[in-house]
Antibody, heavy 124, light 111 residues
């Protein structure tokens, strides 16, 4: 059974870089038909799509975060990572990693398996 | 604000049917991109309820159904149960954003 688990610092200082890792077990990230992605939820707000990556390295990012975000793969450890630079209080929230079904139609991107989420607080 | 608009809340009594709308545009639903729906309970990860407009992943009760027409999509919950009280989000790809996006979210209240 595929499982995803987020890890990383729960506290990040303002203007610094947030780095999270998603460890995948029960399946390989080096597989076609699936992307791997990140979603976040600020306190009291809705879900925000951050971006996704394919095993080939192809990425899609939210335009509002594109200048600050990088998603990368580490196939040797079956992990993928999120890097968000120049963080502010607005980046505080719960961060989720997820498997993304590429589906049979263009840009299908259904997120079908999720990690439990990790809380990140940006402090001043 | 998201390019996918949902009502903030809907309410229904146990056993009733409720629907949640998700209004998009020509750059997402109107361009033919599929809609997916998620259930979000407090403190838990989102759960995929409907994918590709109308398909239910294994294990999702058939009380949940999805539809899409033109630039709008809907999620229907029939036989409403107390455990259905949660937030629900639609999601689709938008070619003006060159990425996917979630709707604004709808809180379902079971009276």
């Amino acid at each position: 059974q595929l499982q995803l688990q987020e890890s990383g610092p729960g506290l990040v200082k303002s203007s610094e870089t947030l780095s999270l890792t998603c460890s995948v077990s029960g399946g390989s990230i080096s597989t076609n038909n699936f992307y791997w992605g990140w979603v976040r939820q600020p306190p009291g707000k809705g879900l925000e799509w951050i971006g996704i990556i394919y095993y080939s390295g192809r990425t899609y990012y939210s335009p509002s975060l594109k200048s600050r975000v990088t998603i990368s793969l580490d196939t040797s450890h079956n992990q993928f990572s999120l890097r968000l630079t120049s963080v502010t209080a607005g980046d505080t929230g719960v961060y989720y990693c997820a498997r993304v079904d590429a589906g049979g139609t263009p840009n299908y991107f259904a997120m079908d398996v999720w990690g439990l989420g990790t809380t990140v607080t940006v402090s001043s | 604000q998201s390019v996918l608009t949902q009502p903030p809340s809907v309410s229904g009594a146990p056993g009733q049917r409720v629907t949640i709308s998700c209004t998009g545009s020509s750059s997402n639903f109107g361009a033919g991109y599929g809609v997916h729906w998620y259930q979000k309970l407090p403190g838990t990860a989102p759960k995929l309820l409907i994918c590709g407009d109308t398909s239910r992943p294994s294990g999702v009760p058939d009380r949940f159904s999805g539809s899409k027409s033109g630039t709008s999509a809907s999620l229907a919950i029939t036989g409403l149960q107390a455990e259905d009280e949660a937030e629900y989000y639609c999601q689709s790809y938008d070619n003006s954003l060159s990425g996917s996006v979630f709707g604004t979210g709808t809180k379902v209240n079971v009276l």
